[in-house]
T-cell receptor, first 114, second 110 residues
Framework: DAGVIQSPRHEVTEMGQEVTLRCKPI?????LFWYRQTMMRGLELLIY????????DSGMPEDRFSAKMPNASFSTLKIQPSEPRDSAVYFC????????????FGPGTRLLVL | QKEVEQNSGPLSVPEGAIASLNCTYSDRGSQSFFWYRQYSGKSPELIMFIYSNGDKEDGRFTAQLNKASQYVSLLIRDSHPSDSATYLC??????????FGTGTRLLVSP
Protein backbone atom coordinates (compact mmCIF):
# COMPACT_ATOMS: atom_id res chain seq x y z
CA ASP A 1 0.00 0.00 0.00
CA ALA A 2 1.21 3.51 -0.74
CA GLY A 3 2.05 5.61 2.26
CA VAL A 4 1.46 9.30 2.66
CA ILE A 5 2.62 11.13 -0.44
CA GLN A 6 3.98 14.66 -0.34
CA SER A 7 5.15 16.99 -3.08
CA PRO A 8 7.42 18.62 -3.78
CA ARG A 9 10.16 16.91 -1.77
CA HIS A 10 12.35 19.98 -1.92
CA GLU A 11 11.46 23.59 -2.55
CA VAL A 12 13.76 26.59 -2.79
CA THR A 13 12.10 29.93 -3.22
CA GLU A 14 12.73 33.60 -2.65
CA MET A 15 11.24 35.67 0.10
CA GLY A 16 7.82 37.01 -0.84
CA GLN A 17 6.93 34.17 -3.17
CA GLU A 18 3.94 31.90 -2.69
CA VAL A 19 4.67 28.31 -1.73
CA THR A 20 2.19 25.45 -2.01
CA LEU A 21 2.85 22.09 -0.40
CA ARG A 22 0.72 19.07 -1.30
CA CYS A 23 -0.28 15.91 0.50
CA LYS A 24 -2.15 12.74 -0.33
CA PRO A 25 -3.08 10.76 2.79
CA ILE A 26 -3.22 7.01 3.03
CA UNK A 27 -6.39 5.69 1.44
CA UNK A 28 -9.07 5.09 4.07
CA UNK A 29 -7.58 7.48 6.60
CA UNK A 30 -9.93 10.28 7.55
CA UNK A 31 -7.58 12.44 9.60
CA LEU A 32 -4.76 14.55 8.21
CA PHE A 33 -2.14 16.55 10.03
CA TRP A 34 0.37 19.16 8.89
CA TYR A 35 3.52 19.54 10.97
CA ARG A 36 6.58 21.75 10.76
CA GLN A 37 9.97 20.60 12.04
CA THR A 38 12.93 22.83 12.86
CA MET A 39 16.02 22.24 14.94
CA MET A 40 15.01 24.88 17.44
CA ARG A 41 11.34 24.04 17.93
CA GLY A 42 11.15 20.39 16.99
CA LEU A 43 7.99 18.98 15.46
CA GLU A 44 5.01 21.31 15.75
CA LEU A 45 1.43 20.63 14.74
CA LEU A 46 0.16 23.33 12.40
CA ILE A 47 -3.34 22.11 11.58
CA TYR A 48 -5.44 18.97 11.85
CA UNK A 49 -8.34 17.91 9.61
CA UNK A 50 -10.93 15.26 10.36
CA UNK A 51 -13.24 14.16 7.55
CA UNK A 52 -11.92 17.09 5.49
CA UNK A 53 -12.94 19.64 8.15
CA UNK A 54 -10.29 21.69 10.00
CA UNK A 55 -10.53 20.74 13.68
CA UNK A 56 -7.56 22.51 15.22
CA ASP A 57 -5.61 25.26 13.48
CA SER A 58 -4.18 26.83 16.62
CA GLY A 59 -0.68 25.96 15.47
CA MET A 60 -0.85 27.92 12.25
CA PRO A 61 1.73 30.64 12.87
CA GLU A 62 -0.02 33.56 11.21
CA ASP A 63 -2.28 34.64 8.40
CA ARG A 64 0.39 33.95 5.83
CA PHE A 65 -0.31 30.25 6.32
CA SER A 66 -3.45 28.58 5.03
CA ALA A 67 -4.48 24.97 4.56
CA LYS A 68 -7.28 23.28 2.67
CA MET A 69 -8.60 19.78 2.27
CA PRO A 70 -11.06 19.81 -0.62
CA ASN A 71 -11.53 16.04 -0.54
CA ALA A 72 -10.48 12.96 1.36
CA SER A 73 -7.42 12.33 -0.79
CA PHE A 74 -5.79 15.72 -1.08
CA SER A 75 -4.64 18.62 1.07
CA THR A 76 -2.56 21.73 0.52
CA LEU A 77 -0.59 23.99 2.81
CA LYS A 78 0.05 27.41 1.37
CA ILE A 79 2.44 30.11 2.54
CA GLN A 80 1.94 33.55 1.04
CA PRO A 81 4.13 35.53 1.21
CA SER A 82 6.98 33.28 2.30
CA GLU A 83 9.72 34.49 4.66
CA PRO A 84 13.18 33.06 5.48
CA ARG A 85 11.95 32.01 8.94
CA ASP A 86 9.51 29.64 7.23
CA SER A 87 12.44 27.47 6.19
CA ALA A 88 11.83 24.04 7.70
CA VAL A 89 10.74 20.52 6.89
CA TYR A 90 6.99 20.26 6.53
CA PHE A 91 5.45 16.87 7.20
CA CYS A 92 2.00 15.63 6.42
CA UNK A 93 0.64 12.71 8.43
CA UNK A 94 -2.59 10.76 8.33
CA UNK A 95 -4.43 8.45 10.68
CA UNK A 96 -7.51 6.26 10.62
CA UNK A 97 -9.43 8.40 13.06
CA UNK A 98 -8.04 11.39 14.86
CA UNK A 99 -5.12 12.00 17.16
CA UNK A 100 -5.80 8.93 19.25
CA UNK A 101 -4.80 6.66 16.42
CA UNK A 102 -1.32 6.04 15.06
CA UNK A 103 -0.19 8.76 12.70
CA UNK A 104 1.76 7.81 9.60
CA PHE A 105 4.10 10.43 8.26
CA GLY A 106 4.93 11.33 4.70
CA PRO A 107 8.53 11.90 3.57
CA GLY A 108 8.31 15.63 4.13
CA THR A 109 8.97 18.73 2.07
CA ARG A 110 12.22 20.56 2.74
CA LEU A 111 11.53 24.25 2.25
CA LEU A 112 14.23 26.85 1.96
CA VAL A 113 13.21 30.48 1.65
CA LEU A 114 16.07 32.74 0.60
CA GLN B 1 7.59 24.55 31.12
CA LYS B 2 7.45 22.63 27.87
CA GLU B 3 4.56 20.23 27.46
CA VAL B 4 6.88 17.35 26.59
CA GLU B 5 10.51 17.38 27.59
CA GLN B 6 13.38 15.20 26.47
CA ASN B 7 17.11 15.42 26.91
CA SER B 8 18.50 16.30 23.49
CA GLY B 9 21.56 14.11 23.96
CA PRO B 10 23.43 12.69 22.27
CA LEU B 11 23.12 9.55 24.33
CA SER B 12 26.06 7.32 23.49
CA VAL B 13 25.98 3.59 24.22
CA PRO B 14 28.17 0.72 23.00
CA GLU B 15 26.72 -1.94 20.77
CA GLY B 16 24.90 -4.59 22.77
CA ALA B 17 24.14 -2.32 25.72
CA ILE B 18 20.74 -1.10 26.91
CA ALA B 19 19.79 2.39 25.81
CA SER B 20 17.39 4.23 28.11
CA LEU B 21 15.48 7.20 26.74
CA ASN B 22 13.36 9.36 29.00
CA CYS B 23 10.50 11.79 28.61
CA THR B 24 8.43 13.88 31.00
CA TYR B 25 5.15 15.62 30.30
CA SER B 26 3.19 18.37 31.99
CA ASP B 27 -0.49 17.65 31.22
CA ARG B 28 -1.90 15.25 33.81
CA GLY B 29 -4.86 14.65 31.51
CA SER B 30 -2.62 13.02 28.93
CA GLN B 31 -3.98 9.70 27.78
CA SER B 32 -1.66 8.07 25.28
CA PHE B 33 2.05 8.05 24.78
CA PHE B 34 4.05 7.27 21.68
CA TRP B 35 7.67 6.75 20.75
CA TYR B 36 8.74 7.62 17.21
CA ARG B 37 12.14 7.00 15.66
CA GLN B 38 13.51 9.44 13.12
CA TYR B 39 16.62 8.75 11.08
CA SER B 40 18.51 11.76 9.79
CA GLY B 41 16.75 13.25 6.79
CA LYS B 42 13.78 10.91 7.12
CA SER B 43 10.29 11.12 8.53
CA PRO B 44 9.26 9.92 12.00
CA GLU B 45 8.08 6.32 12.25
CA LEU B 46 6.14 4.84 15.14
CA ILE B 47 7.97 2.33 17.32
CA MET B 48 5.60 1.85 20.22
CA PHE B 49 2.63 3.29 22.03
CA ILE B 50 1.51 2.81 25.62
CA TYR B 51 -1.71 3.74 27.36
CA SER B 52 -1.54 2.11 30.78
CA ASN B 53 0.87 2.37 33.68
CA GLY B 54 3.59 -0.21 33.67
CA ASP B 55 5.71 -1.83 31.02
CA LYS B 56 4.95 -2.82 27.46
CA GLU B 57 7.41 -4.96 25.56
CA ASP B 58 7.82 -5.42 21.81
CA GLY B 59 10.90 -7.29 20.75
CA ARG B 60 13.98 -5.38 21.86
CA PHE B 61 11.89 -2.37 22.85
CA THR B 62 10.17 -1.75 26.18
CA ALA B 63 8.05 1.30 26.91
CA GLN B 64 7.48 2.24 30.54
CA LEU B 65 4.79 4.59 31.80
CA ASN B 66 4.34 6.17 35.21
CA LYS B 67 1.40 8.55 35.13
CA ALA B 68 1.82 9.59 38.77
CA SER B 69 5.31 10.84 38.00
CA GLN B 70 4.33 12.00 34.50
CA TYR B 71 7.18 10.03 33.10
CA VAL B 72 7.53 7.73 30.11
CA SER B 73 10.63 5.92 28.95
CA LEU B 74 11.85 3.69 26.16
CA LEU B 75 14.41 0.96 26.71
CA ILE B 76 16.26 -0.57 23.79
CA ARG B 77 17.98 -3.85 24.65
CA ASP B 78 20.92 -5.25 22.71
CA SER B 79 21.48 -1.95 20.93
CA HIS B 80 22.62 -2.06 17.31
CA PRO B 81 24.41 0.70 15.39
CA SER B 82 21.29 0.76 13.19
CA ASP B 83 19.36 2.03 16.24
CA SER B 84 21.29 5.29 15.98
CA ALA B 85 18.60 7.89 15.35
CA THR B 86 16.59 10.58 17.08
CA TYR B 87 13.80 9.26 19.28
CA LEU B 88 10.74 11.45 19.64
CA CYS B 89 8.37 11.14 22.56
CA UNK B 90 4.81 12.17 21.75
CA UNK B 91 1.98 12.69 24.19
CA UNK B 92 -1.74 12.86 23.46
CA UNK B 93 -2.85 15.61 25.80
CA UNK B 94 -6.20 16.04 27.50
CA UNK B 95 -7.12 18.35 24.64
CA UNK B 96 -6.71 15.47 22.15
CA UNK B 97 -3.62 17.07 20.70
CA UNK B 98 -0.48 15.07 19.96
CA UNK B 99 2.50 17.03 21.27
CA PHE B 100 6.03 15.99 20.42
CA GLY B 101 9.21 16.44 22.38
CA THR B 102 12.26 17.76 20.58
CA GLY B 103 13.82 14.31 20.60
CA THR B 104 16.85 12.53 22.01
CA ARG B 105 19.66 11.65 19.67
CA LEU B 106 20.97 8.12 20.25
CA LEU B 107 24.39 7.00 19.05
CA VAL B 108 25.24 3.31 19.21
CA SER B 109 28.91 2.68 18.63
CA PRO B 110 30.17 -0.62 17.18
Amino acid sequence: DAGVIQSPRHEVTEMGQEVTLRCKPISGHNSLFWYRQTMMRGLELLIYFNNNVPIDDSGMPEDRFSAKMPNASFSTLKIQPSEPRDSAVYFCASSFSGSTETQYFGPGTRLLVL
Amino acid sequence: QKEVEQNSGPLSVPEGAIASLNCTYSDRGSQSFFWYRQYSGKSPELIMFIYSNGDKEDGRFTAQLNKASQYVSLLIRDSHPSDSATYLCAVLTGFQKLVFGTGTRLLVSP
